[in-house]
Structure formats: structure tokens, C-alpha cells
């Protein structure tokens, strides 16, 4: 191999995030955490962002190698935009020191979408802040061959962190993580969309 001439050099085109919006339950606050990190996107030409809601996609927790055409059709809502994303966002509250079902069914819906992929994590709740929740999507998602970055905005007392109008009251530390969050994702999603243009990932 020709080091000079077999690599391909990296993409001027933006890399796609899929952010994924964890929480379906009645009355979530997460709407207003996505809306505060979609603003954190703009201003960058590296990553374009598009939210892929679980509330919008009604998959049920019942897993099935033929899944029925309701359900087909709940995938058929989804699954491009997850197979089409260089690298993924995902943004859970902690209920009961995990994750919502609805984002579990999401993840188990899928597979090689995941493959070979960075996520990122944005998490919010009470004291903790969402981390225990973030911690067993690590556990997950490396089975699902995904990279996780290292460094996670978190949010603790999140309904207490944002005015009504949905803006941060002190926004310096977290725009800060989210940069560094962001950083790390476009990095690795750059390097492994180089990688696997010369060599298809294998599971």
C-alpha cells in the first residue's frame, strides 16, 4: 500500500449527526435540552445536525426478525436517517438509575447503523445529572460496535439550570463540555469515515 496515493484525504463534506432525543415519556424536559445543544451546532462547518425523536418513532419494546407493517413502517421512519449519520448525539434523562425504554427500543432496533460510529452523550436529571444512565450506554453501545467519546455534558437540577425561555442561566461551563464533546465526535466520526472508505468495517 502507498501510503501517499491509497488514503483518501478527508472529506470537506460536513459530517451528519444524528441526535437522538432519548425521552418519550409525558411532560420530558428534553425538548429543551435539544434545543439548547442544536444551538451549540451552529456556527460549525464541520457538523450538521438532525433530531431523530423517539416519541416520533412508536417502535415497540417486543423485539422481531418480521416485524409487522406497522411496525416496518415506524422502522422505515428511522432507520435511514441512522444508517445516513456519520455519528450520533444522544441525549437521555436518568430514570431509576438508567435510561427510558423508548431509547433502549430505538438501540435494539438497529445494528450495523451503529457500526463503527462515535457517540456522544448529553445527559440530564436530578443529583446525578443522568451519568449512571450514560454509563450503561457505554456498555451498550460497545457491543454495538460504536465508539464512545470520553468527555459527556451533563445537566444536574436541569429544570433549575434554563429560564423559560429555554436559555442556559449559566451557560459558560456547559458550552464549554458541549465543544469538547463535539470536538472529540467530529474527530473520531472524521477519522473512522476515512477508514472505512478504505476498508469496509467488518463485524
Known sequence: MNPTTDVPAPSAEPLKVAVILGSN?????????????????????????????????????????SPSPEVAAELAKVTPRLAGADAFVVLTPEYNHSFPASLKALIDWHH????????????????????????????????????TVRDTVSFHHAGA???????HRDPAAPDAAAKAMLDQLAWWASALRAAKAVRPYGS
Open 161 to 167: 439550570s434554563f429560564d423559560d425561555a429555554g436559555r
Open 25 to 65: 415519556r409525558e411532560g420530558r424536559f428534553g425538548p429543551v435540552v435539544a434545543d439548547w445543544l442544536l444551538g451549540r451546532f451552529r456556527g460549525r462547518d464541520d457538523l450538521v445536525a438532525e433530531v431523530v425523536d423517539t416519541a416520533d418513532a412508536r417502535l415497540p419494546t417486543a423485539l422481531s426478525s
Open 112 to 147: 450495523e447503523e451503529w457500526h463503527a460510529k462515535p457517540v456522544g452523550f448529553v445527559s440530564y436529571g436530578g443529583v446525578s445529572g443522568g451519568l449512571r444512565a450514560v454509563e450503561q450506554l457505554r456498555q451498550v453501545f460497545a457491543e454495538l460496535h460504536a465508539v
